[in-house]
């Protein structure tokens, strides 16, 4: 079954602590994006990639690190998180430019 | 910077009248606009979607226009069901930079 994972699907962190939301994707798809979704803001594009090793910032990248080592992963990464990123965060992937993208079930984060 | 406007933010229509959305992007280099819906809890998916050289798209209940002097394409929902009631986005993908770049998103809400 061709998929979209994201985890964890909920987390609660304190300012500051690192952490890692992955994304895994078994459908070969090249191109992958992580976005926030905030309430009035509709979905906001933090970072994207077009293939392994190459890497985009797209509208808010700022406090958001990623990395495409390979094509099934593509990792979000909070180096010190503050609450303004508490927020839904949904990875994406796209069979080529002009084709739909498949949303994984995001995951919802807090930041106290 | 590059963006997307949508309007109306909300809508409210009795079952079976129809449901129009309007989004205007700035980017002149956008050629493929896609259409998401968000239902309660659930990740975007893909209804429609358009691509530069095509001035409209239908399928079945649902369709997409397209003016690129205008910078501005909507979507027309005919016969409104229940099950329409749903979060909205428009989106203009960039074939230069890669970037999609989402409106803000329509709560439509149909009344039996």
């Known amino acids: 079954e061709a998929q979209v994972t994201q985890n964890p699907r909920y987390l609660i962190t304190v300012t500051g602590k690192k952490l890692t939301v992955t994304c895994s994707q078994n459908m070969n798809h090249e191109y992958m994006s992580w976005y926030r979704q905030d309430p009035g803001l509709g979905l906001r594009q933090i970072y994207y990639?077009?293939?392994?090793?190459?890497?985009d910032k797209g509208d808010v990248p700022e406090g958001y690190k990623v990395s495409r080592k390979e094509k099934r992963n593509f990792p979000l990464i909070l180096e010190s998180p503050s609450p303004n990123q508490t927020s839904l965060y949904f990875c994406a992937t796209q069979g080529g430019f002009y084709n739909e993208q498949f949303f994984g079930p995001g995951t919802r984060l807090t930041v106290l | 910077g590059e963006n997307v406007e949508q309007h109306p933010s909300t809508l409210s229509v009795q079952e079976g009248d129809s449901a129009v959305i309007k989004c205007t992007y700035s980017d002149s280099a956008s050629n493929y606009f896609p259409w998401y819906k968000q239902e309660l809890g659930k990740r975007p998916q893909l209804i429609i979607d358009?691509?530069?050289?095509?001035g409209e798209k239908k399928d079945q209940r649902i369709a997409v226009t397209l003016n690129k002097t205008a910078k501005h394409f909507s979507l027309h929902i005919t016969e409104t069901q229940p099950e329409d009631s749903a979060v909205y986005f428009c989106?203009?993908?960039?074939?230069?930079?890669?970037?999609?770049?989402f409106g803000q998103g329509t709560t439509l809400q149909v009344k039996p």
């Open positions: 358009i691509r530069s050289n095509v």
């Open positions: 990639s077009m293939n392994v090793e190459v890497t």
């Open positions: 989106a203009a993908f960039s074939g230069n930079t890669g970037k999609l770049i």
